[in-house]
């Protein structure tokens, strides 16, 4: 595979005026205002994972964390690294899918660069997107912002990314295979601007459990959560049931932890319920003053415990 | 999914039941790990003191082994499959998962028979399946090592540490029959072993023991069943968890172990060797088993433990895990100094990732 096929590739979907000037750089004229800027790496095994692929992910995944910050993302750069060998069929797939995920949300791909590396250096293709938004006025989500009392909503069940990536890498050969939930946010959340949110984060790497935790900690408040207003998805929980775990440290793609003001939050959650991938948003818990920096949950028995930051590896039991 | 109506009711009946204290072992790893995560403890008075007991798989597993499974994992041209807690639990020469970091192929798999059908499409390497677990896993094993025999297949073999949970639990009440009051007797391994090998530890050491499910419905029942014994003064081995298992186990399971296995002394960590405690490939099926056929060492050598690794004094029930002075400061989930805090389903595992702070005093401390 050669640097130029790859690059005609790009051409072919991405192309816009920006991107077909063909110049060194990007040339934007932005107007005035507050502007979010995020990078993120995309090296999922497999590449192509039941409801996505690298190049949805790689999209989606800016695009999300662009919208929890309020932002309308509007560019995006990629860069590929691909693996000498790599199935040029397959990065048709990619690009094809990176492109209709862009477009959908009005997003424009501006730059984009490729290196091919000896087979073995990487691990198929990795992607680097690059995102850039405009924030409008008087929007300023911070954990700092959390008062006592706001409610935490959750806008779908935790942990469909996250399984489906591990049910397709060891194997498990569960029919129908269980679902990513990778999609943009951009659509789903964009309304709430209206409403008094105080922050917003998707659960990505290490899930729900390390969103509320790193919640706790940088807004200095104490999270309370009810295990059974929890959505749950069904293939998950029997699936985890089965391997010994809880869905609570799988990442999802498409769903965003919202802390919003007790005033606000039923609004919120009508608002997240009329849209496609909010159907199963639930009010799951608040922001109380005990425990700063800890996220106690109240178990399906009605005995706490506390909810703890994921270490990071997920190992199924043996029998 | 869980009937908090019969929770609560349970809870209630509980206390009053017995004078306190009352310490119960739970032996199993997925007991542990549903009581911690379900809170349960909090269900229980005071009084009720559930310890945890060596029923989980890596746990028990000695450092030498681990240093053994690794010697065999150097050599060129192997394959090892494992269960995936053991993947990262440390070695003296550091985990299976650095190995693999260094050259070494180790594989992590969730379905056994993977690494027969490896073995059958890569027939220039060698496979080696780490058998760990008890009787829950042996068969798994033997069903194995059947296939591979049907399928003539020669570059395939297990290394054995499985382990049988009766002798390790009289080992426990001849060490010290004050300390425990009863059992929670596992309910996967029941399935396969029925009632009989518990029998010993009612009728000779006077401990009530029940078989019990997982849920945490089927956990509170079986302590309300062992404190009714308890308050009879009768000690039997009751089967709670009914829906899994009967009085005479699996048969054909059983058949499969005892056709490949036989029962060997064997070392646990924490307690030592207890004499007909392991299962050894029978002589007669050498040719699968990879202690002969790559002698990596001797099958029980006992190396100094991790001097200030407490898993041994968990695994009897005598120390918490929050006692261990590494607990969650030097060891946690993702740096394990023992295979305590490596298994998904080990004790010091259990209290790191579902923390109770009416347990663990050191819980609220910000
Ligand atoms: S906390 Fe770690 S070091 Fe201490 S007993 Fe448990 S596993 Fe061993």
């Keep these: ?319 | 999914m869980v009937n908090k109506a019969a929770i609560s009711q349970l809870a209630q009946k509980i206390p009053g039941k017995v004078s306190y204290p009352v310490r119960i072992m739970e032996v199993c790893g997925t007991h542990t790990m549903n009581i911690a995560r379900f809170g349960i403890k909090q269900l229980l008075p005071t009084g009720i003191k559930l310890v945890s007991g060596p029923g989980c798989p890596v746990c028990v597993t000695e450092e030498s082994d681990i240093d053994l499974i690794q010697e065999l994992a150097r050599i060129t041209g192997v394959t090892v499959f494992t269960f995936g807690d053991l993947y990262r639990v440390p070695g003296s020469g550091g985990s299976l998962e650095k190995l693999n970091g260094e050259g070494a192929d180790v594989r992590v798999t969730v379905f056994p028979l993977e690494a027969v059908y490896y073995a059958e499409q890569n027939q220039a390497r060698e496979v080696v399946f780490i058998g760990i677990g008890f009787e829950t896993t042996a068969p798994v094993a033997a069903v194995m090592i059947d296939l591979v025999r049907k399928k003539r297949i020669k570059n395939f073999s297990v290394l054995s540490f499985h382990k049988r949970i009766p002798p390790v639990l009289m080992e426990l009440v001849r060490e010290d029959n004050n300390y425990i009051d009863g059992f929670l007797l596992p309910g996967h391994v029941s399935t396969v072993i029925g009632t009989d090998d518990y029998q010993p530890l009612a009728k000779t050491w006077s401990k009530p023991g029940v078989i019990t499910g997982f849920e945490p419905v089927d956990i509170l029942e079986g302590i309300y069943a062992i404190l009714e014994q308890i308050s009879e003064k009768s000690c039997r081995i009751e089967i709670q968890y009914k829906r899994g298992v009967n009085k005479e186990g699996a048969p054909l399971a059983r058949e499969y172990i005892s056709k490949y296995f036989e029962v060997c002394d064997t070392s646990w960590r924490g307690l030592g060797v207890i004499s007909e405690s392991g299962l050894a490939i029978r002589k007669n099926f050498r040719d699968f088993d990879a202690f002969y056929r790559f002698n990596p060492g001797n099958r029980i050598i006992k190396r100094a433990p991790i001097a200030t690794c407490s898993c041994g004094e968990i695994l009897r029930g005598v120390k918490m895990p929050w006692e261990c002075l590494l607990f969650g400061s030097v060891c946690k989930p993702d740096n394990p100094v023992g295979p305590c805090m490596v298994s998904s389903e080990g004790s010091c595992a259990a209290s790191y990732n579902y923390p109770d702070r009416y347990q663990d005093p050191s819980i609220m401390k910000v």
């Design chain 1, 1 to 319: 595979m050669t640097q130029q096929l790859v690059e005609e590739l790009f051409i072919k979907y991405f192309h816009n005026s920006i991107l077909d000037s063909g110049l060194d750089s990007a040339m934007l004229s932005l107007k005035a205002g507050k502007w979010a800027m995020t990078t993120d790496s995309f090296v999922v095994k497999p590449v192509f994972f039941p409801g996505g692929d690298i190049g949805k992910l790689s999209v989606c995944g800016t695009i999300n964390d662009l919208a929890v910050m309020g932002a309308t993302p509007l560019y995006l750069t990629c860069s590929f690294i691909i693996e000498e060998g790599f199935d040029i069929g397959d990065l048709e797939i990619i690009v094809q899918s990176m492109n209709s995920t862009a477009r959908k949300d009005g997003l424009t791909i501006v730059a984009g660069d490729t290196k091919v590396v000896e087979r073995g250096y990487c691990d198929g293709v990795y992607i680097t997107t690059t995102g850039l938004g405009i924030v409008p006025n008087g929007i300023n989500y911070s954990p700092s912002a959390m008062q006592v009392e706001d409610r935490v909503i959750i806008t779908a069940p935790p942990g469909a990314h996250g399984l489906s990536v591990f049910a397709a890498r060891n194997n498990l050969g569960v029919e129908p295979p269980p679902q990513s939930d990778c999609a943009s946010l951009f659509s789903l959340i964009e309304p709430l601007n209206s409403l008094e949110v105080r922050c917003m984060r998707d659960p990505t790497r290490g899930g729900l459990a390390a969103v509320l935790n790193e919640l706790a900690l940088k807004g200095r408040k104490g999270i309370k959560i009810d295990e059974s207003l929890i959505p749950i998805d069904s293939t998950v929980a029997n699936l985890m049931e089965l391997l010994g775990l809880e869905p609570y440290q799988l990442a999802n793609e498409g769903a965003a932890v919202i802390i919003v003001s007790k005033k606000d939050a039923e609004r919120a959650l009508e608002k997240l319920r009329g849209h496609p991938l909010g159907r199963k948003a639930s009010i799951i818990g608040e922001i109380t003053a005990e425990i700063p920096g800890q996220v106690l949950m109240i178990t399906y028995l009605g005995t706490e415990r506390i909810m703890q930051m994921p270490s990071g590896v997920i190992i199924p039991r043996i029998c």
